[in-house]
């Protein structure tokens, strides 16, 4: 039925667009994509366990090198969009960054398969001393982390618009395609983060390392081959540059006419062309940053096409291009609050697992089955999925009607609830690991844990509120920056505001990198002992998450004053139906 509507539907669309296959392209894109999240989540998120255990890495040395791979692969997606929209489109590079991801988890099963590419075993040399890995094994580790990240940066902003360009959006059955599309690819996503973050890893951490990372390898070639197998029948879209071009070209403009004096009547004054062509809504001028006003005065070196375009846009640009970077400028500073929110965030990816690796993670006591220490983070994830739906469907409603806000509250609103619970997730950390180090240091343990320490009896389930709340608050916060980089990016720039949020977390993983260095710098050789150290019994890793949570408390205090300082991007709206089907006509396909 569906096949036939859209055969109905294309003979009205004019020949010189494409043949958009839609339903058929989508098992082969989200084929793609489930078999790459299943090869390569939970790998990620087991990879400390990995460091420290087979490559005999101390807990610091381990959280550092994968804050800054987290780091690294989230900031590459920046240079991947630019790539992508301005030189190869976004085929090419998912098909680049597919095989550099296939490899990466090659290389990295091989250090599990080949003895000689890792260090050996503590406790099976001369001495019961762990070497750690020569110069070389080091190499040929990092070069499989440097390939992930050339695929990450390739995959992550691409993968989703690359599906979407497979539907016609001025039909209707291309339309409900593409919201098909987008349930179909999120419930693939949480298939594959579930799988992954319990059978992968509970292969990696309880069978044997070498299945464990060989059968993600696979599943990366898995998902090489469906991608490619669909081939003939993509449409793929040419790049038509990027708009990073037209922020530069005010910011030179504005700097080049910095000695002129802005008009006193700048709407009937300054340049006010708009491309017939344009897909961005009509944004009205407005004083805050007017320096960059100057871009847009005409002088008498300034000259004008016929089609009313200026001949040099490096000297001359409207106010429609002025008004676009300030919503860039205008979303920075709350941008920037971002960075230090994650940062709490991210220790429940890395010392979290640490902390259930010296917990009791049997699920019953007296049974020999324990919870992998990485799959923990899983209930963070249930968390959000579960709590997404609620809110959407339930407490918006309940809110829309006291607020009269058509979102229950606005997308500012919705992000300070998140750092609230940011602070309350860092407190109770800190509640939960003080308990369980105690019981570690006064009551019988479990065993000990190689090259960390005794094994305290508290369960690990006491993890779990400390990762619920985390999952709400990345519920609040983490979608509320996605929703409000949609909303204020002028709408050209989607994809890089998309960017822009990677970036956020890029930052707030190399920022938690340098914070764990600095506080094991510091602490090291104070009275209470190093607050990060090997053993968590002999350290005050309650103290180091205080210190995070104080850190979000000044954050939250920023964003306040930033968020009261904000005005929302005020236009002309046209509808995201209208602006895509206006951008249409312009695409280039091949």
């Not at 956020?504 to 607050?531: N, P, Q, R």
Request: aromatic share 12%.
């Amino acid at each position: 039925m569906k096949e036939a509507m859209e055969e109905t539907e294309q003979k009205v669309i004019t020949c010189d667009e494409p043949n958009y296959r839609g339903y058929r392209a989508m098992p082969f894109v989200l084929g793609n994509e489930t078999f790459e999240k299943l090869g390569t989540l939970g790998t990620s998120s087991n990879l400390l366990v990995y460091l420290t255990t087979v490559f005999n890495m101390n807990s610091i040395t381990a959280t550092n090198l994968v804050n800054i791979f987290n780091g690294t692969c989230n900031f590459g997606s920046l240079l991947g969009a630019f790539l992508c929209d301005t030189y190869f489109g976004r085929y090419k590079t998912l098909g680049l960054a597919c095989i550099s991801s296939f490899l990466g988890m090659l290389i990295l099963a091989l250090t599990a398969a080949i003895s000689k590419l890792r260090p050996p075993p503590c406790g099976t040399g001369d001495s019961n001393s762990c070497v750690g890995p020569t110069a070389g094994q080091m190499a040929f580790l990092l070069s499989a982390f440097a390939l992930l990240v050339v695929g990450a940066s390739g995959i992550r902003p691409c993968n989703l618009a690359f599906g979407v360009d497979q539907f016609n959006p001025k039909t209707e059955s291309g339309k409900r395609g593409i919201g098909s599309f987008f349930n179909w690819y999120y419930l693939s996503y949480t298939f594959a983060m579930m799988v992954s973050l319990t059978i992968i890893v509970y292969v990696q951490s309880d069978v044997s390392w070498v299945w464990g990372l060989a059968i993600p390898a696979f599943l990366m070639f898995c998902s090489c081959s469906v991608f490619f197998i669909g081939t003939r029948i993509y449409v793929m879209v040419i790049p038509q540059g990027s708009p990073f071009t037209s922020v530069v070209q005010v910011i030179v403009a504005a700097i080049k006419k910095r000695k002129v004096k802005l008009p006193e009547q700048q709407s009937i004054s300054l340049y006010t062309y708009i491309p017939s062509d344009s897909i961005n809504s009509k944004l009205p001028s407005t004083d805050q940053f007017r320096y960059l006003n100057k871009a847009s005065i005409i002088t008498l070196e300034d000259q004008i096409n016929p089609d009313g375009s200026a001949k040099n846009p490096w000297r001359l640009s409207s106010t429609q291009q002025v008004e676009e970077v300030k919503c860039v400028v205008r979303v920075l500073p709350i941008w920037a609050s971002g960075i230090i929110y994650y940062v709490a965030i991210v220790q429940q990816q890395t010392y979290m697992v640490f902390q259930a690796l010296q917990s009791d993670r049997h699920l019953i006591r007296n049974n020999s089955f324990e919870i992998p220490a990485a799959s923990y983070v899983l209930f963070s994830m249930l968390t959000l999925t579960i709590w997404i739906p609620i809110y959407d469907r339930i407490v918006v409603p309940m809110l829309r009607r006291f607020t009269k806000h058509k979102n229950g509250i606005t997308v500012l609103q919705k992000m300070a609830i998140g750092m609230v619970l940011a602070i309350l997730t860092m407190l109770v950390s800190a509640l939960v690991e003080g308990k369980r180090r105690e019981l570690a240091l006064n009551k019988p343990t479990l065993g000990v844990v190689p090259r960390k320490g005794a094994i305290s009896s508290m369960s690990g389930l006491w993890l779990v509120p400390q990762l619920a709340l985390a999952g709400l608050s990345e519920a609040f916060n983490l979608v509320g920056q996605i929703e409000f980089f949609y909303m204020e990016f002028p709408e050209n720039m989607k994809s890089i505001g998309g960017s822009f949020f990677l970036l956020g977390i890029a930052l707030s993983s190399y920022l938690s990198s340098f914070l764990v260095t600095i506080v094991h710098k510091v602490t090291g050789g104070d009275a209470t002992g190093d607050w990060l150290a090997q053993d968590l019994n002999k350290a005050r890793l309650d103290y180091f998450y205080y210190l995070v949570a104080a850190l979000e408390v000044i954050n939250l205090g920023y964003f306040l004053v930033c968020a009261k300082w904000y005005k929302y991007k005020d236009s002309d709206s046209i509808s995201p139906d209208a602006a895509l089907e206006k951008v249409q006509p312009e695409k280039h396909f091949v």
